[in-house]
C-alpha cells in the first residue's frame, strides 16, 4: 500500500528493476533511478508514464557508495507514503539505508533494500559482510 514508488539500483539490479518497472500499475507514479558506467549501457524499458526514468552514469564507482544516494536524496520527494525497492553494491545500499530510515523514515513493510555484490571482494566476502551488517542494523534497532 503506497502512494508513489521509487525504484533504484545499479548495472547489477537492471533485470529486476525492469521486472518490476513492467508490473507496476499504469496509474503508478514515482521514480526509477539506476546506476549505469556508460551511456551504452541505457536501455528503453517499459514502464508507466509517470514514473521518471532517471539514467545515472558513474564511470568510476568507488568503495564510498555515495553516488546513487547522492542521486536519490536530489529527488523531489512526493507527497503520501513511498514503497522503495533497492538494490545495488554493498556500500551504496548502506548509504541508501541511512537516507531512507533516517531522513525519509519509511515504514519497514514499505522497503526492500539488498546488496548484490561488494566492491572489491569475493561472493563468500560479501554474504560474510551482509550476515555481519544484518546482525549489526538489527542488534541497533532493538536496542
Not at 521518471?52 to 536519490?72: C, M, R, T, Y
Request: aromatic residues 8%.
Amino acid at each position: 500500500h503506497a502512494d508513489w514508488f521509487l525504484l533504484a539500483g545499479d548495472l547489477s539490479a537492471l533485470p529486476a528493476i525492469s521486472v518490476n518497472l513492467s508490473k507496476l500499475p499504469q496509474n503508478s507514479v514515482g521514480y526509477a533511478v539506476i546506476e549505469v558506467p556508460s551511456a551504452a549501457d541505457i536501455q528503453s524499458l517499459e514502464h508507466p508514464d509517470n514514473v521518471n526514468v532517471q539514467w545515472e552514469i558513474n564511470p568510476s564507482p568507488n568503495h564510498d557508495g555515495n553516488f546513487l544516494a547522492s542521486k536519490i536524496n536530489a529527488l523531489t520527494w512526493l507527497d503520501g507514503k513511498p514503497s522503495v525497492w533497492a538494490a545495488c553494491e554493498f556500500n551504496s545500499m548502506r548509504n541508501l539505508r541511512k537516507l531512507f530510515q533516517q531522513k525519509h523514515e519509511i515504514e519497514k513493510d514499505n522497503l526492500y533494500l539488498s546488496s548484490y555484490w561488494k566492491m572489491g571482494q569475493s561472493e563468500e566476502e560479501h554474504k560474510t559482510a551482509k550476515r555481519i551488517d544484518n546482525e549489526q542494523n538489527h542488534s541497533v534497532k532493538q536496542s
